[in-house]
């Protein structure tokens, strides 16, 4: 079984330039999960969408972050404009429905801001 | 709002040895979940091992095993006979029950390293 992807890897930008991040999660999950985990620190969760809604995005800086599940599959998050404070891993994770189902990760993508 | 806390930013243990890693956690909520997961150099992160905070009895998968303290607030994780495959950054995870939210509250981590 084909895990959670993720595109790019990697990414260096300048500041206030804009990124976007996608995440094509297991076959068959209805939800989907982005975090962002600073250096040296856990994960924090961004935006959870189940199937093509969204669930939770009260940690979302809704002013320069955006997320999207279109079709209730792959996922794009985007920021708009970068700011240092952005530079982290992006992991997105997926879990068959939600709650306590086992979510399981990508491989992440490493944001630079410069 | 949920708090997670490791003490402890590094462990070493040698290999074949058993090792526990800490974890305290804070909430007022009755039914929750806890989660030890595991992330290598690589990045991708995976789940160890879950536990239920209605079930008395330890969870256990091979050679990992928590110590569950309810009335403490206290989710230990013990990794027995260490392997090299175990060195990875290990985080201690809540998630409020009863609901569809899978929102997982994470600890700041604990970077353990085994020696050969």
């Known amino acids: 079984e084909a895990g959670v992807a993720q595109s790019p890897r990697y990414k260096i930008i300048e500041k206030r330039q804009s990124v976007a991040f996608w995440c094509n999660p297991i076959?068959?999950?209805?939800?989907l999960y982005w975090y962002q985990q600073i250096l040296g620190q856990g994960p924090k969760l961004l935006i959870q969408f189940q199937n093509n809604g969204v669930v939770d995005d009260s940690q979302l800086p809704k002013d320069r972050f955006s997320a999207e599940r279109l079709k209730g599959v792959d996922s794009t998050l985007k920021i708009q404009p970068a700011k240092l404070e952005d530079s982290a891993v992006y992991l997105c994770?997926?879990?068959?429905?939600?709650?306590?189902?086992?979510?399981?990760f990508g491989p992440g993508t490493r944001l630079t801001v410069l | 709002a949920q708090t997670v806390t490791q003490s402890q930013p590094e462990m070493s243990v040698q290999e074949a040895e058993t090792v526990t890693l800490s974890c305290t956690y804070d909430t007022s909520e009755n039914n929750y979940y806890l989660f030890w997961y595991k992330q290598p150099p690589s990045r991708q992160m995976i789940l160890v091992i879950r536990q239920e905070a209605y079930k008395q009895q330890n969870a256990t998968e091979n050679r990992f095993s928590v110590n569950f303290q309810k009335a403490a607030k206290s989710f230990s994780l013990k990794i027995s006979d260490s392997q090299l495959g175990d060195t990875a950054m290990y985080f201690c995870a809540f998630m409020r029950g009863g609901t569809s939210y899978g929102k997982l509250t994470f600890g700041q981590g604990t970077i353990l390293t085994v020696h050969p």
């Open positions: 076959s068959g999950h209805a939800t």
């Open positions: 994770a997926s879990s068959l429905w939600g709650g306590k189902d086992t979510q399981y």
